[in-house]
């Protein structure tokens, strides 16, 4: 079973930029596996964000294409969510999301724990 810990939320104000990080369980690699980033805001339903397949093809909700980067690090078996020009809006919680396979295609098989943004006006 894998674990996926992600990191680096916290409260900023609009504009500033966060990254966000998701490492997984030792023993589980991300080598090879489609990972993504999904989003909760408060009373809303879970929205998905981004997805990096294994060759790093990146894809994003068109909504937030241009302010959110995901890219992959597979030496550290970790993956990033930058978080540029943020709104009070994007004030979520953020999973990170791995697939079995190697494309963003098919729901998520694992779920991180989630790491909250606040962003406040």
């Known amino acids: 079973e894998a674990q996926l810990v992600e990191s680096g939320g916290g409260l900023v104000q609009a504009g500033d930029s966060l990254r966000l990080s998701c490492a997984a369980s030792?023993?589980?690699?991300?080598?090879?596996?489609?990972i993504g980033w999904w989003r909760q805001a408060p009373g809303g339903d879970r929205e998905w964000v981004a997805c990096i397949n294994s060759n790093g093809d990146a894809t994003y909700d068109t909504s937030l294409k241009g302010r959110f980067t995901i890219s992959r690090d597979n030496a550290k078996n970790t993956v990033y969510l930058q978080l540029d020009s943020l709104k009070p809006e994007d004030t979520a919680a953020y999973y990170c999301?791995?697939?079995?396979?190697?494309?963003?295609?098919?729901?998520?098989?694992?779920w991180g724990q989630g790491t909250q943004v606040i962003v406040s006006s």
């Open positions: 999301t791995a697939d079995l396979d190697s494309y963003c295609d098919s729901l998520p098989d694992y």
């Open positions: 030792s023993g589980f690699t991300f080598d090879g596996r489609a």
